[in-house]
């Protein structure tokens, strides 16, 4: 790849603090950002390029819309491909051991777990192109 070709990042949870704070710092250093959350997009922060929404629940649990996913992100970039994903997003419950139901467990592990799995299966091929890296 060009160095002085653009640079594409795709941050999740870009609509939190972290989030919002990686998606300025990739912006500063002159990347191109997409962000994503499963927010509404006026919640994005204006350092990213672009906002895609978009549930991890559902990247974990269907590989039909990962891979769905995977094709609208590199369309995002006009080809050029990803050189940084970024898994920020997780989710957090609080519950105890006793309180915590399955589906508290369950999200917790899509989110935190499989999510940022899949997405780097599905995007592997554009990052490795572009000896890109990941951040979990």
């Known amino acids: 790849?060009?160095?002085?070709?653009?640079?594409?990042?795709?941050i999740t949870g870009a609509c939190g603090g972290i989030g919002a704070a990686l998606a300025t710092v990739f912006s500063r250093t002159g990347y191109?950002?997409?962000?994503t959350d499963?927010?509404?997009?006026?919640?994005?922060?204006s350092a990213?390029?672009?906002?895609l929404q978009l549930d991890l629940e559902k990247i974990a649990r269907s590989e039909s819309f990962t891979r769905e996913m995977?094709?609208?992100?590199?369309?995002?970039?006009?080809?050029a491909g990803l050189h940084s994903l970024v898994n920020n997003a997780a989710v957090q419950n609080?519950?105890?051991l006793e309180s915590m139901d399955r589906e508290q467990w369950r999200e917790t592990l899509d989110v935190n777990l499989n999510a940022p799995l899949f997405l780097i299966q599905e995007l592997a091929?554009?990052?490795?192109?572009?000896?890109g890296s990941v951040v979990n």
Do not use: F, Q
């Not at 191109?32 to 962000?35: G, K, L």
């Not at 499963?38 to 922060?45: G, I, K, L, T, Y």
């Not at 995977?70 to 080809?79: D, N, R, V």
């Open 1 to 10: 790849m060009d160095e002085s070709a653009e640079k594409w990042a795709l």
């Open 32 to 35: 191109r950002v997409i962000a």
């Open 38 to 45: 499963r927010h509404n997009p006026e919640d994005v922060v």
């Open 48 to 51: 990213a390029e672009t906002y």
């Open 70 to 79: 995977g094709k609208t992100i590199i369309e995002l970039t006009g080809g």
């Open 94 to 96: 609080l519950a105890t």
């Open 125 to 131: 091929p554009s990052l490795a192109a572009n000896k």
